[in-house]
């Protein structure tokens, strides 16, 4: 090991963290990349453990329920401490109260008080820093969310608190997304954010066959790891994916022609104009949500190919490299990991803010 290697080990091995509402793993395996050890992910949905527990090296799976774990029980099992300025506690709750995309909000009502909840972990432990993840309507509604009281309290006990609306385009993700993100620090004086990139990823950065995705036709099943698997379509939705135009085309291409034009649409030319859409080579994707794999729920079209990204496909978009595993049953499963995922490299750059603080804040 050189020099500079074991430089960098010294001075982050003693910074480590809990990943609240982990799911598969995205923001853990960020942080494990900027060099910060990740003690736990803790999340109430069993299907991520198998994700996360092969991909998040020496790291627990706590299964529970937030509103049922208590602060003393998660301290005796991870052996932490209070006011360690070591420990980074992160929270990335499901969002689905606060989206702006439709939801049912009563099946999601419970959603609302995660923040409440992950705040009465960081008022036990006061950490050394804050991480909280979210979608920009937390902010909009930041009274209702508890995000105010919340930042309010952050502030009075000496955290440096930084929040704002990022684009992960700005942080090496091919993909617009925006998302709330918090970063609050109790070491030195200086607020921590990531680092914006001078250059931006687009599609063709990560996809087509110069970058190892082979040419597929929908309903394409991929048995091995790479999960290079395509949901399939109906003949009437292929002659719709045929007439749409290569790179960046959508539904108006075929709304002319009566046998293909979907009736909900007729008269609504300016309506949902991503429903059917290609995604463009040179430009970032859209959003990557749950439902990717499907091209009537958004601009989910591969470039060229007449078909919906792939599973591989919507996670390299995400940002998750082609080793990282995802162990689910079904297509909508796995696709469901990874559009809730916070993108892994995003998280990297958080991470790589902390542990710059966590070094000049205490010189």
Known sequence: ?????????????????????????????????????VL???DYEIACKKTYEANIVDSKFIHADVFDLKEETLKKNLKLEKNDDNLVLIGCSPCQFWSIINTDKNKSKKSKSLLAEFERFVRFFNPGYVVVENVPGVLRRKKESGLESFIQWLESNEFNVHFKIHNTNDFGVPQNRKRFTLVASRIGNDKVFPKKLANRKTVADVLGVKNGFKKIEAGHIDNTEFLHTASSVAPVTLKRLIKVKKDGGDRLDFADDPELQLPCFAGRDKSFRDTFGRLWWNKPSNTITTKFYSVSNGRFVHPDEDRALSL????????????????ASSIAAIARQIGNAVPPEYARHIGLAILENNKNGKL
């Open 1 to 37: 090991m050189e020099l500079r290697d074991e430089i960098k080990k010294s001075q982050t091995a003693s910074m480590k963290a809990v990943d609240f509402f982990c799911g598969g793993g995205g923001m853990s395996y960020g942080m494990q990349e900027a060099g910060i050890d």
């Open 40 to 42: 736990a992910g803790i």
């Open 312 to 327: 591989r496909e919507g996670a390299t978009l995400q940002s998750f490299p082609k080793s990282y595993k995802f162990c």
